[in-house]
């Protein structure tokens, strides 16, 4: 069965960085796609971008352009979500995501997830 | 930008049948996804490509669609599938991904 194992629970003051990591286990990490999604508390699903842990490709949502980097270690299979300045609406659980492509739509990438990690809350607090 | 609209809820009886809704414009061109999410948990797949179910999901839940509409259906409800269901899709570019805003089921 895929695993996605995120990094614990963060507490940052506004204005610092967050950087967020999900290992993959169980499946060939550098044939799909990782995705990174946030939820605020009580709020619904906002996809922040995805990368190609082949190729270190990666693509952002035009909202998180220029605060969001999205990496990826091929030798341990991990793949790390950066987000910089942060206020207080930044406050939300991130959560990385597999993209299933091929069966589950008509190219490599679908845009959209069949493995989620558990979440990682992060909260922005002065 | 690209929209994707659901009811905010939808309530029924157990064992009744219950349609969750999601419009968007980019829905006759794109794939739909449907997604579980009970409380503290994180999301589950249970329809991809409009109507297809992913192994392990039980047979009453499907999908259709219809312009730009996709539905989920879920039949012969049960009180364990009491939680926030999201639609997604990508742009008609493909280059970003979209959510509903998400319908909370409740089982009375």
């Known amino acids: 069965q895929v695993q996605l194992v995120q990094s614990g629970a963060e507490v940052k003051k506004p204005g610092a960085s967050v950087k967020v990591s999900c290992k993959a286990s169980?499946?060939?990490?550098?044939?799909?796609?990782l995705h990174w999604v946030r939820q605020a508390p009580g709020q619904g699903l906002e996809w922040m971008g995805m990368i190609n842990p082949g190729g270190g490709y990666t693509r952002y949502a035009q909202k998180f352009q220029g605060r969001v980097t999205m990496t990826r270690d091929t030798s341990t299979s991990t793949v790390y979500m950066e987000l910089s300045s942060l206020r207080s609406d930044d406050t939300a659980v991130y959560y990385c995501a597999r993209d299933p492509g091929g069966a589950y739509c008509s190219s490599t990438t679908c845009y959209a997830f069949d493995y989620w990690g558990q979440g990682t809350l992060v909260t922005v607090s002065s | 930008s690209y929209e994707l609209t659901q009811p905010p809820s939808v309530s029924v009886s157990p064992g009744q049948t219950a349609r969750i809704t999601c419009s968007g414009d980019?829905?006759?061109?794109?794939?739909a996804y449907w997604y579980q999410q009970k409380a503290g948990q994180a999301p589950v797949l249970v329809i991809y490509k409009d109507s297809e179910r992913p192994s392990g999901i039980p047979e009453r839940f499907s999908g259709s669609s219809s312009g730009t509409t996709v539905t989920l259906t879920i039949s012969g409800v049960q009180a364990e599938d009491e939680a926030d269901y999201y639609c997604q899709s990508a742009d008609s570019s493909s280059t970003s991904v979209e959510f509903g805003g998400g319908t909370k089921l409740t089982v009375l």
């Open positions: 980019a829905l006759p061109k794109q794939y």
């Open positions: 169980r499946y060939a990490f550098t044939s799909y796609y």
